[in-house]
């Protein structure tokens, strides 16, 4: 095959590092609030996000490639927030974990930031509050599904370590259920209604 | 059971006491601002007051009326387990817009005095070091202020390609009677 389509052993070669990437998630949990009692039950045995290879929080982003904003973000905390997501090595991907994450949630105030997207990128939004571990779960496999195709926001083509830049990362979010907010309106409802 | 507080308190300094009572059980004395120490250094000192504990400092912004704010201490004395609030008037004008600071009295006054500074713009005269302890140090203005306008967003960093809303924010807060800068 390989000698008719020069393309084919490198596509076959992207697949498998999506592959393992997608199955090997080093977490960083930028834990602020109260949600961070949930993503606890879904490290916990019960729930058990060791099934997806997501098992193993680095407390320290440079050594994560998955960062999850777990709780409000304040304006005065989103400096930090935006350090420790450029201290994380590429490639990398970021999860909003419940509604304050995703859009400030109830909170419309001088303090709160609506949304860990203002900041910096977000590739999944787990709505909740908190979300069930089971909304998690579902979240991490939109993300996995994402990495497979290789649609993450910063994932670099093989040969090519550059980063993708904040334009081109924009129309990539997708909420847990294949929405998204930052699509135009005639993309955001997956034509199958199925997590694309 | 705080009555007798109120009595001997107002026994003790009648010309500190401007107004006192009692609302759903809760014992108030209102208290003229120069006299404040002093009614705060005898209530904590007094053998039969001893009020050693400052459990809560805070403001009232009453918004439209004179004064416009008013300063709540909350005391607990923990020998006799009774407790009081004082309350004191205190003019939105930004020369007259202070208390004396408590923090040589009760060491728990200081960071209680530095949010009630962030959070409604009252000086704390002789506090050690009065600096916004909640805010960071690039905000504008005073939020728990009834006329700090309610949309106003002071963002420290944003994406590049995230809405801006600065301009908004100018507008709003040039609009409030609050916009000193300090």
């Given at each position: 095959m390989s000698h008719q389509n020069p393309t084919f052993v490198p596509t076959v070669l992207q697949d498998a590092v999506n592959w393992a990437q997608k199955y090997s998630l080093f977490t960083y949990p930028f834990a602020t609030a109260c949600c961070a009692m949930e993503f606890m039950s879904t490290m916990?045995?019960?729930?058990?996000?060791?099934r997806f290879g997501a098992e193993f929080p680095r407390f320290s982003p440079r050594q994560a490639d998955l960062l999850i904003v777990i709780g409000t973000i304040t304006e005065r905390q989103a400096p930090v927030l935006r350090r420790i997501y450029d201290q994380m090595p590429d490639p990398k991907w970021v999860m909003a974990f419940g509604v304050c994450a995703s859009t400030g949630g109830f909170y419309q105030n001088y303090t709160v930031m609506p949304g860990a997207d203002q900041v910096i990128p977000v590739d999944v939004y787990v709505p909740g509050c908190p979300p069930r571990p089971e909304q998690v779960l579902d979240g991490l496999m939109a993300l996995q599904r994402r990495i497979q195709e290789h649609r993450g926001h910063v994932q670099a083509e093989l040969g090519n370590t550059a980063a993708i830049g904040y334009r081109d990362r924009r129309h990539l979010p997708v909420l847990s259920d294949g929405t998204s907010m930052t699509l135009p309106p005639e993309e955001r409802m997956p034509k199958d209604g199925r997590v694309r | 059971m705080a009555q007798r507080v109120l009595d001997l308190l107002t026994e003790r300094l009648p010309h500190a006491v401007l107004e006192s009572g009692t609302y759903v059980g809760d014992e108030m004395a209102l208290i003229s601002r120069d006299h404040l120490l002093e009614v705060l250094a005898l209530l904590r000192d007094d053998p039969e007051l001893?009020?050693?504990?400052?459990s809560d400092l805070t403001v009232v912004d009453w918004l439209g009326q004179a004064p416009r704010f008013e300063v709540v201490y909350h005391l607990y004395s923990l020998r006799h387990k009774h407790r009081i609030r004082i309350k004191v008037g205190v003019d939105q004008e930004e020369s007259e817009c202070w208390v004396p600071s408590a923090t040589g009295l009760w060491h728990a006054a200081a960071w209680a005095e530095r949010e009630a500074w962030d959070l409604y713009g009252v000086r704390f005269k002789d506090h050690p070091d009065l600096r916004r302890i909640?805010?960071?140090?690039?905000?504008?203005?005073?939020?728990?202020?009834?006329?700090?306008?309610?949309?106003a967003r002071q963002p420290l960093i944003r994406r590049p390609d995230a809405p801006a809303t600065d301009d908004q924010t100018t507008r709003l807060l040039a609009n409030s009677h609050d916009r000193r800068v300090e």
């Open positions: 916990g045995a019960r729930y058990d996000i060791a | 001893d009020f050693a504990m400052l909640l805010m960071y140090e690039e905000f504008v203005g005073h939020p728990l202020r009834k006329d700090y306008p309610q949309n």
